[in-house]
Structures are given as C-alpha cells and as structure tokens.
C-alpha cells in the first residue's frame, strides 16, 4: 500500500500532466514531482471542506480521496497509453550511464551514498521534536477516532475549531497514510515518510540542477553533492531547512520549506527557459504553478504569505525583462488559492 500510494499513484497521476508539457521537460522525475503536488493539492481541496462542516467526517475525507486518487491514477495510465500508441515515446530521453565519463560515474555513485546515508540516519536515528506533542498527535487522533482538529491533543480535551491549523490538513493527509496502510500514524511520521520525502526534496533538486547547468551537463552531480553536503552539515540552527529536512521531515513546515518553496522555483525554470513561443506547449507547467500553491496552504500559514510574496516578486521580473504584462496576470491567477486561504484566515 506504501508502494501503491507514493510511488504508483504520485506516478500515475503525474503522467496527466506530463502529456502536456514540452517534450524536454517529460522526465520521470517531472513526472512524479507534479504527481505528488497534485494530489498533496487534490487532499486539500477535499479536505478542508469537510473539516468545517464536519467534525468526524475523516471517513468521508478518506473515500473520497482514494477514489479520486484512483481516478487519477487510471487516467495517466490511460492517456500515457494511448499517447505512446501515437508517438511511440513518453519521456525525452536522457544520456546512459555508459555515456557518461568516468568522473561523472564516481561522482553520481557518491551522490546515491550521500542520499542514502541521510536515508539510514532519518530512519535509525529518528528524533523527537516538541511540534510533535501537536503536529503527530493530531495525526493519531484523526486515524484513531475520525475528528477533524476538535479533540485538542495535548490534553486529549474538546476545542472549538483552531483556524490556524484547520486549514494546514498535512497532518491529515499523514492520518490517511495511516488508515489506508494500516501502520501507526507515529510510525508513518517518524520512519516511513522519510523514505519518500527525502528522495522526493533531492529530485526537486535535481530537476532544478538539470536547468542551471544544461550547458554543462557533466557538472551536475557535483552540484548535486554540495546540496547532500549543505544538508547534511546544515543543522547550525533548528530553524533552517536542512534540520528540518532531516530531524522533522513529517512536518507541514519542512514540506514548505524543503519541497513547496524549491518546488516553485523549479516550475519557474522550466516555465521561463528558451524561447517565449515555446512556452505555449507548456499548459502543464502553469497548472502545476497554480497546483503548487493550494498544496502550499496544506503545509503551514507562513505558504499564503511567503509563495505569494516570491511568484509576485518573480512575476515583476519576468514581466520587465520581456516586456509583457500578460506574464504578470497567468502568475497572479496562480496565486489566487493563497489570496483565498488568506481572506479565509482573516475572516473566520
């Protein structure tokens, strides 16, 4: 089940979009990136509905996601198919190891030890985080008793609904890992989503590394060993993104920080790479930009202000460097969920 739903279905969902993306960008990472983030976005938006208008409704949050995420994932499979029936290929195809030199080959096998070094310390090593006395244990309380933020966990007590955090499903999304695999949800948070969200982080990562160095391809595993090593020895502070990578990975806000935010600069590279009448085949990429945005407001509060600030700021940029106002209006519509979460916030 661990398998089927973040490796198969992240994959299979993400074959939908990669069928509209230009042919450069078709990767298997690509592919499962913008697989997780639309479904991370799909949970959302299935999620916090119910979460107000009923308080022991995780039993509906849990059919209905499953059935959409089926729907999704039989649709890639589909559309993948029938596409491959007409082209005869899926994804751009990218150089054998044999092709690679000799260095590069060192380097790459490196980078596989880097990872999974961080791997075996996350998962044998698993430390405890104050957050967790909150963020696990409503995780917990979700599978165990099906409500939704009304039993407050640090005493175990009724609350009224805390806007704050109703709005930040992560921990449900973790809830439903539990419920669908079986697995305690403490041990879906401290030693299984590790395993996929670390590896998740370095292939965002990757694809953004693909597009800093595409001239000069052979230097990329290098690149790729000095993001393991700022990681690994980044834990200079418990606020930066390298420590909660590693020691607090469960949480919304190392998702925020470590797939959301370099996630978004990735979209951008793909987006604003090449000629601007290129860009027209790249209808997947500015739903994913959009996608982004609304998984980002499952994270933490501080998405709605801090992916807002970025894409306007880039928007601005982008607009002024190729003189066109219309760059300027697609990055606004795609920052419409984290204006909505935030009049929500404001409001309620």
Not at 22 to 39: I, K, P, Q
Not at 298 to 322: G, K, R, Y
Request: proline letters at 3%.
């Amino acid at each position: 089940m661990l398998i089927l739903l973040l490796i198969l279905a992240p994959f299979g969902t993400g074959l939908i979009i990669n069928r509209y993306m230009d042919e450069e960008n078709r990767s298997l990472g690509v592919t499962y990136v913008a697989g997780f983030l639309t479904l991370l976005a799909s949970f959302q938006l299935i999620a916090v509905p119910v979460v107000f208008m009923d308080p022991w409704g995780f039993e509906t949050v849990v059919d209905i996601f499953t059935v959409v995420t089926t729907l999704f994932t039989g649709m890639g499979i589909i559309v993948t198919m029938h596409y491959w029936r007409r082209v005869g290929k899926i994804f751009h195809k990218q150089p054998r190891w044999m092709e690679r030199s000799r260095l590069e080959q060192v380097q790459w096998i490196l980078v596989f030890v880097l990872i999974g070094l961080q791997l075996f310390m996350a998962i044998t090593h698993a430390s405890f985080d104050g957050d967790d006395a909150f963020y696990v244990v409503q995780s917990v309380i979700t599978d165990e008793t099906n409500t939704l933020y009304r039993i407050l966990p640090y005493t175990g007590g009724s609350t009224r609904l805390d806007m704050r955090h109703a709005m930040a499903v992560f921990p449900l999304w973790i809830a439903y890992i539990a419920r669908m695999t079986d697995i305690h949800a403490t041990i879906i948070s401290h030693t299984v989503l590790p395993v996929f969200l670390i590896p998740l982080t370095y292939t965002i990562y990757y694809e953004i590394g693909k597009k800093l160095f595409k001239e000069k391809a052979e230097q990329l595993p290098s690149y790729m060993i000095f993001v393991c090593l700022l990681q690994i020895f980044g834990n200079v502070s418990v606020y930066n993104n390298a420590t909660f990578l590693l020691m607090r990975t469960w949480q919304g806000k190392s998702m925020l920080a470590n797939v959301v935010i370099p996630g978004i600069f990735m979209i951008l590279l793909w987006l604003f790479e090449g000629e601007p009448e290129k860009r027209s085949q790249r209808g997947g990429m500015w739903f994913l930009l959009f996608m982004i945005n609304i998984a980002a407001a499952m994270m933490s509060t501080a998405s709605v202000f801090l992916n807002s600030f970025l894409i306007a700021v880039m928007a601005v940029v982008f607009s002024l460097q190729e003189k066109n106002v219309k760059i300027m209006l697609k990055m606004a519509i795609c920052c419409i969920p984290c204006v909505v979460y935030a009049l929500l916030y404001v409001l309620l």
